[in-house]
């Protein structure tokens, strides 16, 4: 009797159903309401969503949508979806490739069941988040295992870990990259990051003394800082600047995306922006190697949003350099990954075979 396929389930955060202002509602409840999302006293996590956040929201964010929104859905999802096409025919016919999104649909739950009934022999899970945090790759990875435990049928489950400096992920960053910086000649390179509220960076500092305690926390990765999300940020900027061949004055790294009061990790990018105009910088590229597809905060808010701030800022023109989405280079990469391994084989990130 033949073995069945190695099942590998791809996942990703998540869209909306449309970009509607009732979907994005829908959207935004599921998100965040994940306890690892807002990491706060369930009563005041209700409260912060039902009387703050989802009356008003929604309807900013689907109007952001909106502005991305393609004929075949959301960019999140219709890169993912390609990734996981092209994944499959790298692969090969001994491989099944399903998509799951840790909020909205393509559930986890839905992918799991796909593959399920290929009946697997082998089981590998890729949350698609380069940098480890809590709040996404500790998220859907609870959310994968409880999944898993419910079907009940499928074999053991393989994880593999934060890919921020593995070399094939740097390559294809570089080569998506290389050729547009040489064709727009920027005069300077940001990297943007996804942000995090401190609080949840500092949390994963076992030792208590390291985290934010000097400028200079994440120049290096050592034991007390191994899984922070801001460290590796700074490790994959350090890594694509050197195969880009970049002046160390020439480029700098920030993060975006930041909600409510509270602190985040910084430098922020929008606040970063009118730094880099009074230098006298002109022609700005960006690069956001937190995403491994584009997405609303790729396409958004840095390639409308931030380009409408440099422009008003006097900026010449503002490059966003595309995500990986399915480009080659990306999916043998992943392919590398997931291929066959040894038991004792080390995973990306630190997981086991």
Known sequence: MAEGPTGVLLVNL?????????DVRRYLREFLG?????????LLRFLLLELVILPFRPRRSALAYQKIWGPEGSPLLVHGRALARALAAELGSGYAVELGM???????????????ARAPARLIALPL??????AATGSAVAKITLEHARLG?????????????????????????????????????????????ERQVAALDATG???????????AIGSANRNCYRAQCFATTRA????????RERFSTSFQSRLGRTPWIKPYTDLL??????????????????FVADCLETLEEIGIRAREQWLSLGGEELLLVPSLNAESAWVRGVASWVRPLAPSHQLPGGGHA
């Open 102 to 116: 840790r909020y909205g649909e393509p559930g986890i739950r839905e992918a799991l069941a796909k593959l399920a």
């Open 240 to 247: 694509l600047a050197a195969e880009l061949k970049l002046e």
């Open 34 to 42: 994940d306890p690892l999302v807002l990491d706060m006293p369930a």
């Open 129 to 134: 988040f380069p940098q480890y945090s809590t």
């Open 209 to 219: 003394r390291h985290c934010f305690a000097a400028p200079d926390c994440c120049d």
């Open 153 to 197: 049928s499928l074999p053991t489950l393989e994880t593999l870990g934060a890919f921020y400096d593995r070399p094939e992920f740097i390559a294809a960053w570089t080569e998506v990259a290389r050729e547009r910086l040489a064709s727009f000649r920027p005069d300077f390179v940001l990297f943007s990051y996804h942000g995090l509220p």
């Open 273 to 290: 922006l009118p730094e880099l105009a009074a230098r006298g910088h002109r022609r700005l590229a960006i690069l956001c190697p937190a």
């Open 14 to 22: 998540g869209t909306p159903r449309s970009p509607s202002p009732g």
